[in-house]
């Protein structure tokens, strides 16, 4: 599997076991439709092993631990029940670790596997969820990653996460990690629980909260302001001027969509104005690169795609064979199609004597929002065909 692809459950029992070359500890949380957990009851671990239609199954030490749902006893208002997965050692990342979840039915076949790309400093993951769509039940491989530890992911979904008792000044020491839930809920408190700890500075995702985004290369912003509903209908603006006044310089913008497999359903180009029953439409070809503005506007209508569409990666190709060492001011920037406001804004900073350049990409979340990914890679293609393969290769 890869982030985003699902395969549908038909056995009432699953299990999702995740190993890796260490030790890691696996919890479940069961989420009703706002995302949040009820009370800190439906957090499934190795201190708090059972829930409704969740258990927590100890591989001790030789097998990996897992999470096993039984799809007849999850209450009706839970919608979704997340796998999450950190590093038993304090502080350690998951840098060089790759952990890989197994989704088993009934009878402990595997279903399907899934390893989560591109890991770094993330201390904690949601690795899968287990999912109620329509009546049936389906699993999503997720691979979300947060650098403050499961605490992180526990307030976010709602649980309480205690803050530890003040000590007696110490020798200085590393710095602690940040708090665990579990060891918390290990012994219930006498007094009610405080406030959910907030997340540490400067870690998840960067959002919209404080307005237009500008990234750099390989940085990724979710597509998400405070207080408004996901975004349903962008325009992603491409432009380029020459580098030398007086040269004309014919690029082309495209836009691939892929499957969960990173599979290509379709391109949309010059030649190809409209995909995907037109939730993807291309404003048409620019033949010199002059001009103020957008140079090509491709639309997308996110609420319309398909839902098998599970990433979309923008491109610029040279189709005329000039290299992007002769071109000033490429861009791509993010537009809410509404509003027509500007949310995100990449520029390229630097320029290979390529023929094609991976821009950005948009990647469909578990929760149903969207994240953009500044790419920024050349390649040698002059087509759109010649950036398939790279393009699922920045999945």
Known sequence: MTPGSNIPLTATSVTVDVSAPVRLDVSGLLLTADGKVRSDDDFIFYNQPTGAGVTYRSGGGSAPDAI?????SVPAQ???????ASPDAAGQTFQGIEPTA???GADGQALATFTPPQLGSETALVVVEVYRRNGAWKARAVGQGYANGLAGIATDFGVSVEEEPAAAPAPPAAAPAAPDPRAAMATPPAAPRAAPAPPAPGSGKINLDKGRVS????????LVKAGRPLLSRIKMGLGWEPAFRGKDIDLDASVIAYGPQRNQLDSCYFGRLSILNGAVKHSGDNLTGEGGGDDEVIVVDLGGLPADVSGLVFTVNSFSGQKFTEVAKA????????TDEELVRFDLTSAEPQTGVLMAKLIRQFSGEWEMTAIGDFVKSRTVRGMVKPGAQAL
């Open 215 to 222: 990234l750099q290369k390989n940085q990724t912003v979710s």
């Open 78 to 84: 839970i919608e979704k029940i997340v796998v999450t």
């Open 68 to 72: 096993v749902v039984d799809t007849a």
């Open 102 to 104: 197994t989704i088993r």
């Open 331 to 338: 861009y791509c920037r993010l537009v809410d199609a509404a």
